[in-house]
């Protein structure tokens, strides 16, 4: 009985153990802190975001193809494809302060087009301030409801 009671004692004992730390620790399983993203531009949801673009003091950037930016858009954005020529990039940069926090979206969160075009801004053109829409313009049409 005595061994019987040892064999379901000690694994019972280290899972519960394990799940408390998960569950306290701050970069545990259930943690609620945001975690960084691997392409490392900062989320930024709607709401976050919708005051400081109405005031002009961020700007708003649809990294999507001209005929989506055409069909839909989110009022204010410019639209300055992910795929643009380099002089583009060039252009759009000395054309708007890099001072500016720029966000940029494109359809979805899955979407890449929006890392794409931070990654183009920052390399090519030296910005350095730049966020993501988190949810891209869907998350927006989400927020709107």
């Known amino acids: 009985m005595k061994t ?5 004692f000690f694994p019972t004992a280290a899972l519960c153990l394990g799940t408390g730390w998960h569950l306290v620790h701050p970069s545990g ?3 609620f802190q945001k975690k960084a993203p691997a392409d490392g531009f900062a989320r930024v949801t709607w709401s976050e975001a919708a005051a400081k673009v109405a005031s002009g003091e961020w700007l708003l950037i649809d990294a999507r193809v001209e005929e989506e930016y055409a069909a839909a858009h989110i009022p204010g954005a410019v639209s300055l494809p992910s795929h643009s020529f380099p002089e583009m990039i060039t252009f759009f940069s000395e054309e708007q302060s890099r001072d500016k926090t720029a ?8 979407c890449d087009r929006s ?3 931070a990654r183009r801004l920052q390399k090519e053109a030296g910005w350095t301030d730049l966020r993501i829409l988190d949810g891209g313009m869907l998350g927006w049409k989400r927020s709107r409801r």
Not at 4 to 8: D, E, H, M
């Open 103 to 110: 966000v940029i979206y494109c359809d979805t969160a899955e």
């Open 115 to 117: 890392v794409e075009l």
């Open 29 to 31: 399983l259930w943690s």
């Open 4 to 8: 019987l009671w040892r064999f379901f």
